[in-house]
């Protein structure tokens, strides 16, 4: 008998799997998932209509329903509207059908880990670009890394994870130009796009190489459903279908994406209460003497002056509190962020800062 282990593709054996640390704790802050639960009456309405789904039977591969509820939202055909399980496999779809070996994927520095990791997994090689000193992306620089790369995919995030800044107007309309000379495809990853103020989904247009992602984890209080989404030409939807397995999208989580957006309006509502939250702690950290980044997000990035990098998160820790720990991060020495919570939970994290600051 031989005793051989098997190995993974070469290029997976440096790759470490993506890491956010799920601990027992009082205040949860480390995710950026919703404060609060669903509302009621969409769980109500949940459990009731499940009890009509056939789960017996495959579901409807199309996800025709859900797609049509989404384009009939951003006022577009169904066919420009492709939803999978979480914005990753969105990401990764686009990423199977539009990169993949031989080809590369621009992103710019610092920005949410998994970009980057899905093109690695996908052989996809990436080319990063750095954001300046305030974490905001120059528009000469974002050209002149195309034009020097050119990659096959651009991926932008606004607001970006994890500093919180949007992009300025205009840079999807500039992107796109510059990556339509040799037919590049820009992605504008919006995982907080409902809390900022402007979109990139009004460019979303039958004859631009763009394509917007969403997700029903942040904003919609269902990141255990796994629901993500994006909207963009129906020749790129086509592209992304041939990649994703047959009935990727289970009916539960197809039904909840409908249920889900019968309840819009507390939804916003939601979103109103923890932009003002948002506010008020980026006042209060500001009082504190840290350094705080402006956020158009459900989460804000600090740096606290002075100690050793990791005490302040141990720290809070301790006080049970668990904020996300990015200060061995690249161009993030000694940032933390925290996600916007309730009202009571945010004053946890503040008591508790205050106290591992003093
Ligand atoms: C949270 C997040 C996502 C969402 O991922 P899901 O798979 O939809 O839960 C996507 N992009 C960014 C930048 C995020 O922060």
């Given at each position: 008998?031989?005793?051989?282990?098997?190995?993974?593709?070469?290029?997976?054996?440096?790759?470490?799997?993506?890491?956010?640390?799920?601990?027992?704790?009082?205040?949860?802050?480390?995710?950026?998932?919703?404060?609060?639960?669903?509302?009621?009456?969409?769980?109500?309405?949940?459990?009731?209509?499940?009890?009509?789904?056939?789960?017996?039977?495959?579901?409807?591969?199309?996800?025709?329903?859900?797609?049509?509820?989404?384009?009939?939202?951003?006022?577009?055909?169904?066919?420009?509207?492709?939803?999978?399980?979480?914005?990753?496999?969105?990401?990764?779809?686009?990423?199977?059908?539009?990169?993949?070996?031989?080809?590369?994927m621009a992103l710019?520095?610092?920005?949410?880990?998994?970009?980057?990791?899905?093109?690695?997994?996908?052989?996809?090689?990436?080319v990063?670009?750095?954001?300046?000193?305030?974490?905001?992306?120059?528009?000469?620089?974002?050209?002149?890394l195309?034009?020097?790369?050119?990659p096959?995919?651009l991926?932008?995030?606004?607001?970006?994870?994890?500093?919180?800044?949007?992009?300025?107007?205009?840079?999807?309309?500039?992107?796109?130009?510059?990556?339509?000379?040799?037919?590049?495809?820009?992605?504008?990853?919006?995982?907080?796009?409902?809390?900022?103020?402007?979109?990139?989904?009004?460019?979303?247009?039958?004859?631009?190489?763009?394509?917007?992602?969403?997700?029903?984890?942040?904003?919609?209080?269902?990141?255990?459903?796994?629901?993500?989404?994006?909207?963009?030409?129906?020749?790129?939807?086509?592209?992304?279908?041939?990649?994703?397995?047959?009935?990727?999208?289970?009916?539960?989580?197809?039904?909840?994406?409908?249920?889900?957006?019968?309840?819009?309006?507390?939804?916003?509502?939601?979103?109103?209460?923890?932009?003002?939250?948002?506010?008020?702690?980026?006042?209060?950290?500001?009082?504190?003497?840290?350094?705080?980044?402006?956020?158009?997000?459900?989460?804000?990035?600090?740096?606290?002056?002075?100690?050793?990098?990791?005490?302040?998160?141990?720290?809070?820790?301790?006080?049970?509190?668990?904020?996300?720990?990015?200060?061995?991060?690249?161009?993030?020495?000694?940032?933390?962020?925290?996600?916007?919570?309730?009202?009571?939970?945010?004053?946890?994290?503040?008591?508790?800062?205050?106290?591992?600051?003093?």
């Amino acid at each position: 008998m031989g005793s051989q282990r098997p190995t993974s593709r070469s290029d997976l054996r440096t790759l470490k799997s993506y890491h956010s640390p799920q601990m027992e704790v009082e205040v949860r802050l480390n995710t950026n998932e919703s404060p609060l639960p669903p509302p009621v009456g969409f769980m109500e309405n949940l459990a009731k209509e499940i009890m009509g789904l056939s789960l017996n039977r495959y579901p409807d591969r199309s996800a025709s329903r859900l797609r049509e509820r989404l384009a009939g939202r951003y006022e577009l055909d169904a066919r420009q509207v492709f939803a999978a399980n979480g914005s990753n496999e969105v990401i990764q779809s686009v990423l199977l059908a539009f990169g993949g070996p031989d080809r590369s994927m621009a992103l710019f520095q610092p920005t949410y880990a998994m970009h980057g990791q899905i093109a690695r997994t996908t052989a996809t090689r990436v080319v990063s670009g750095r954001r300046n000193e305030h974490f905001l992306l120059d528009p000469a620089l974002v050209v002149s890394l195309v034009e020097a790369e050119r990659p096959e995919i651009l991926f932008l995030c606004s607001p970006n994870n994890p500093t919180g800044a949007m992009d300025s107007d205009g840079l999807v309309e500039i992107a796109l130009d510059a990556v339509g000379k040799y037919g590049g495809l820009v992605v504008v990853d919006e995982a907080y796009g409902q809390f900022a103020p402007t979109s990139a989904l009004e460019q979303v247009a039958e004859d631009r190489a763009l394509l917007v992602t969403r997700t029903f984890s942040k904003t919609w209080a269902l990141a255990g459903i796994r629901l993500g989404y994006l909207l963009g030409p129906s020749w790129c939807v086509e592209e992304l279908e041939k990649v994703i397995l047959p009935y990727h999208l289970g009916a539960v989580t197809q039904l909840a994406g409908v249920l889900a957006l019968d309840h819009e309006v507390e939804m916003s509502a939601r979103v109103e209460s923890l932009v003002a939250e948002r506010e008020r702690l980026s006042s209060c950290l500001e009082e504190l003497g840290v350094t705080v980044w402006p956020s158009s997000a459900n989460f804000v990035l600090f740096r606290p002056e002075s100690g050793p990098r990791n005490r302040v998160w141990s720290g809070l820790l301790d006080r049970s509190v668990l904020v996300r720990d990015f200060s061995s991060g690249e161009g993030l020495n000694g940032c933390l962020r925290v996600t916007i919570g309730t009202q009571e939970e945010n004053d946890r994290f503040l008591v508790a800062l205050r106290e591992v600051l003093a």
